[in-house]
């Protein structure tokens, strides 16, 4: 009887436990969770065991029909903690299996940033190396022209040094000796002497 007793206690508690629980979730910022919660919980089907107890007269076959229901009770709470570490394990993996598709896809990513950052520099290596040949070429070509415009001067230069000597020399030839210019000048003087 005094088994009976408890078992009625622990069972008015649990409801009371349930209700408080229900109750003070009904109106909180959880609220809305709690409801589709409800909503999309899947319930179990009907425990045999709720409501099953029929005290028998003696409290012998009582505590022993109470040993085997807190047994079946065990089992399946067991059971029940199976499934759920198995729903926790599965829940556990799917989320690492997202986690690593969202690794591969931000590494794929990065990869691709980082193809077309190597790319975007080879592009501008290239266009550097034809700016720098380009403007090798055109120094090149500036200094071929100074150097032709030098030699040009140059031969010019040669060319009127030349005409002097050439001049020079034509104007030589005409030239007298110093002690024949002695001699045509007192030839002169004698010449031009009035007698």
Request: proline letters at 3%; glycine letters at 2%.
């Amino acid at each position: 009887m005094a088994s009976s007793r408890s078992l009625s206690r622990t069972t008015l508690q649990i409801s009371k436990t349930a209700r408080l629980f229900s109750t003070s979730s009904a109106g909180g910022p959880r609220s809305s969770h709690h409801n589709h919660h409800q909503q999309n919980h899947k319930y179990l089907e009907p425990n045999a065991y709720i409501g099953s107890w029929e005290a028998p007269k003696d409290p012998k076959e009582a505590e022993k029909r109470l040993a085997q229901l807190r047994r079946d009770y065990a089992k399946q709470v067991k059971e029940v903690r199976k499934e759920y570490i198995k729903e926790v394990e599965l829940m556990r993996l799917d989320k690492l299996r997202k986690d690593e598709a969202r690794k591969e896809a931000l590494r794929l990513q990065n990869e691709e940033r980082k193809r077309l950052k190597t790319e975007a520099a080879k592009a501008r290596a290239r266009e550097r190396q034809l700016a720098e040949q380009e403007f090798r070429q055109t120094l090149l070509k500036e200094r071929g022209e100074k150097l032709e415009n030098w030699r040009m001067k140059e031969n010019l230069r040669k060319e009127n040094k030349k005409e002097k000597n050439e001049l020079l020399r034509r104007q030589s030839s005409i030239w007298i000796d110093e002690p024949e210019l002695e001699k045509k000048i007192l030839e002169a003087i004698v010449d031009t002497a009035p007698l």
